[in-house]
């Protein structure tokens, strides 16, 4: 919505406002630099390599500039949530002269190099428009308080001359206040948008690293179900064996202890049952395919220790990929809130867009949660790549928590 889901307000105490302002304020200065530092070591390389020398520094500056792009790419997340994978391609074991092909090769080099020489001229404008916007905006508001304060000193006021004046300037102030607030955020949008497209990779790097995490999430699930079948089912079906055998050669010789033998066998050949059981919900739960994702939600918001509502508004059934990578995450972050958010109600909200499904999962706790690499939501950002979903976060200290998938239908 061009509003933003919560209007004015919403915009105005957003934290991702606050954090792109200063980015924009300051673009500026770093694509000037950026620009002398390029402009200097790429000239002195190139005029030197005719007597070697300049070899060597020519890597250096590749090196360098790829280094910058690294840094703009974590300022991206920081300023903007936009996340951004360094999109090269693999590095290889050895040798001096695959290391240089590797650097020189790769596409992702030159479109970090463009990036930043693209930095001057949109950091410029950035900062002008920003600077101009919050310096009016910051007189405007001023204008009530700074009025009184020039007629005490018995001056004629800055540009105000009388009350009401200095609170027309004020609202006036808010109205600009508004205004920047969305123009940062526009500001901010176009900005990520360019980053994404010159240092987020092109389709090919794109589709290598949707294809590694894909890997890495599928041998990450293979691990568990090892995991669990070795330390739970395994353990109490070797159990129900002893205990079986035990009873077997005290059969004639001991009858009440052999019914107690059996007695145990019987209970953990239902525990062993029931582990199974839990163990093929975690990899496909039966509910999902039979009834769909209302159905299967509404049953993990049944087993939630706390109130948990759940909308699901879908015209049709998403492919099975998109419904199973939902139900997880959903899984996952109401498993996470019950263990770590001291929350007393949360929310599921499942919609279907233009783009796919989007998930939402909220939480009223106390927030700080993190994606940890090798987690349960790291793994499940993973899944939802492969079909080139997203999973965001969004947890400050003090709450709340919200947890945003958007999965596409077609890939």
Known sequence: ??????????????????????????????????????????????????????????????????GGARLERRLQRLAFGVRLADPYRPRPQRGLGAHVQWLLKDPATWRDLGYLL??????????????????????????????????????????????????????????????????????????????????????????????????????????????????????????VAVDLGRAQSKFDSDPETVRELIAQAH?????????????????????????????????????????????VELDERPPPAVESIAYFIVAESLA???????????SVTVIRDRRGVVVDVWDNGIGGAVIVPGGGLAGLADRAATIDGVLVLHSPMGGPTIVRAELPCEW
Do not use: C
């Open 1 to 66: 919505m061009p509003l933003g889901p919560l209007g004015p307000l919403g915009v105005l105490v957003d934290p991702m406002t606050w954090r792109a302002a200063p980015y924009l304020l300051v673009s500026g200065a770093l694509g000037l630099m950026w620009y002398f530092v390029l402009a200097i070591t790429i000239s002195v390389s190139l005029a030197l390599t005719v007597v070697w020398v300049g070899v060597p520094l020519a890597i250096a500056t590749v090196l360098l500039w790829r």
């Open 267 to 311: 209970a953990g050949t239902k525990a062993a049952i029931a582990e199974l059981r839990n163990l093929a919900r975690g990899i496909h739960p039966a509910i999902l395919s039979d009834r769909g994702l209302d159905a299967a939600l509404s049953g993990l918001a049944a087993r939630a220790p706390i109130r948990v509502d759940v909308s």
């Open 118 to 239: 693209m930095l001057l001229p949109l950091g410029a404008v950035e900062a002008v428009v920003s600077f101009a916007m919050w310096m009016g905006t910051g007189g405007l508001l001023l204008a009530p308080i700074l009025y009184p304060m020039e007629q005490g000193a018995g001056g004629s006021g800055y540009f105000v001359e009388s009350w009401s004046e200095a609170w027309i300037a004020g609202f006036f102030g808010v109205l600009l206040l508004v205004l920047s607030a969305y123009l940062a955020r526009g500001m901010a949008w176009l900005h990520g948008t360019l980053a994404t497209v010159l240092l987020g990779g092109g389709e090919e790097e794109r589709l290598r690293a949707s294809r590694a995490r894909g890997v890495d999430a599928a041998e990450a699930e293979r691990r568990r179900i090892e995991r669990d079948l070795h330390d739970g089912a395994q353990q109490r079906l070797l159990s």
């Open 336 to 346: 996470n809130m019950a263990k770590h958010s001291a929350a007393t109600e949360a």
